[in-house]
């Protein structure tokens, strides 16, 4: 059964320091989400692609997050600086269809980071 | 505030009791799901309800849609060990973005 794949699985780092996660979602699937899931709380989208473009960032925060999905498949979001208020589960899904929020989304298994 | 409430927050029972969690909101949607989560893994889906007084069973599992569209329970049956996680409700109103809620925490204790 296809998957999401996400890698790490868990990184620590320092604050201030740069860190960069990497979501390869399910072969053929046009829409790809990045959220963050705190402790004790359900995700919360932080950006949002249709193919290689980015439908909805409303969420990110610019001045220290990016995200990019070049070619339309595989996609990196990156931390730089970190900071504690970053630690977090950081969950990639996607969905097959292109438009509409409603699409049943198959998410990876997260990275799971802590700032020291 | 959260777009959908749900409740309780945690719930812990003993194996082989009923539990019923619930998904409430003021807004309508078009469709709900509900996910399960297990700790260090993301959530995995286990059914869309789309029809107002849609009932559907997985299971030991059935999941309610309310008449209105605007909430939903999951209820349980004879819980086991596996059923243990986080159980997540989410749903896109107005085809808007998929909102979750913050979840409720199962432990079923053996």
């Known amino acids: 059964e296809a998957e999401v794949a996400q890698s790490p699985r868990y990184k620590i780092t320092e604050k201030s320091q740069a860190v960069a996660f990497w979501c390869d979602p399910i072969?053929?699937?046009?829409?790809l989400y990045w959220y963050r899931q705190i402790l004790g709380q359900g995700p919360e989208l932080l950006v949002q692609?249709?193919?290689?473009?980015?439908?909805?960032d409303s969420q990110l925060p610019k001045d220290r997050f990016s995200a990019e999905r070049l070619k339309g498949v595989d996609s990196t979001l990156k931390i730089q600086p970190a900071e504690l208020g970053d630690s977090a589960m950081y969950l990639c899904?996607?969905?097959?269809?292109?438009?509409?929020?409603?699409?049943?989304?198959?998410f990876g298994p997260g990275t799971r980071l802590l700032v020291l | 505030t959260q777009l959908l409430e749900q409740s309780p927050q945690f719930l812990s029972i003993q194996e082989g009791e009923n539990l019923t969690v619930y998904c409430n909101s003021s807004s309508v949607f078009s469709s709900l799901q509900w996910y399960r989560q297990e700790p260090g893994e993301g959530p995995v889906l286990l059914v869309t309800v789309v029809t107002g007084g849609e009932v559907k069973k997985l299971k030991r599992l059935t999941f309610q849609f309310g008449d209105a569209r605007k909430d939903s329970s999951l209820h349980i049956t004879a819980a086991q060990p596996g059923d243990t996680g986080l159980y997540l409700c989410?749903?896109?109103?107005?085809?808007?973005?998929?909102?979750f809620g913050a979840g409720t925490t199962v432990t079923v204790r053996a």
């Open positions: 899904a996607s969905s097959l269809a292109r438009q509409g929020y409603g699409q049943t989304q198959y």
């Open positions: 692609f249709q193919d290689e473009s980015v439908v909805d």
């Open positions: 072969s053929g699937h046009a829409t």
């Open positions: 989410a749903g896109a109103p107005n085809d808007y973005k998929l909102s």
